[in-house]
């Protein structure tokens, strides 16, 4: 059995990407958020799939948790972590700035068990990168001026795209110390 832990995901990629795992076998599913969006009602509907004969193993495991928050302090997630052999693969919907991927990583526990970390990232961190004008984006494109001014000018146009970039740049970080291996969704604004 596999273990999969998911941040956030209440939302509707968040929601989609539940109910497409929960229809695997052989894995396990535990999510861990706040609780509160439009989408999260729609967990009932999940439920009654799955006692009715169809693909879906089960419900997932739910735990609050506010990323704001020391993860330590998510009582009943943490009992969880410590209960796993392994976490699979994390997928990250949630980390909205850099506090939230520290949190994991100083968790020794919980950094220590995870295959794979999935972090749910965005376009816009080429916002406060320089790019080529003109030129199609590519991955390496993500690279912060070197110059303090730039990088400050760029950093205010889009504060969003600057945290979600500094979450990354957090996990690249990790990983160059030896840490678990991660990938990088750049979805789309719209």
């Known amino acids: ?22 229809s695997l076998r052989n894995i396990n599913v535990v999510v861990a ?45 943490m009992k969880y972590i410590y209960s796993v052999d392994s976490i699979d693969f994390v997928i990250d919907f949630s980390a909205y700035n850099k506090y939230a991927i520290e949190q994991v990583i100083e968790t020794e526990e919980l950094r220590r068990k995870i295959g794979h970390y999935i972090y749910i990232s965005t376009d816009s961190v080429y916002e406060v990168c320089d790019v080529s004008a003109g030129k199609p984006l590519r991955e390496c494109d993500s690279i912060r001026p070197s110059c303090p001014k730039r990088r400050h000018k ?23 110390n030896k840490g678990f291996a991660f990938t990088f969704l750049r979805l789309a604004d719209v």
């Open 1 to 22: 059995m596999k273990n999969c832990l998911i941040f956030g995901g209440n939302g509707f990629l968040g929601y989609e990407t539940l109910l497409a795992i929960t």
């Open 154 to 176: 760029l950093d205010k146009k889009d504060s969003y795209g600057r945290k979600k970039l500094e979450c990354e740049e957090v996990l690249q970080t990790q990983r160059l």
């Open 33 to 77: 958020n706040r609780g509160r969006s439009w989408q999260w009602g729609k967990l009932r509907s999940l439920e009654e799939r799955t006692q009715a004969k169809g693909p879906f193993k089960g419900m997932p495991q739910i735990f609050k948790l506010d990323r704001k928050e020391p993860l330590t302090r998510a009582g009943e997630l």
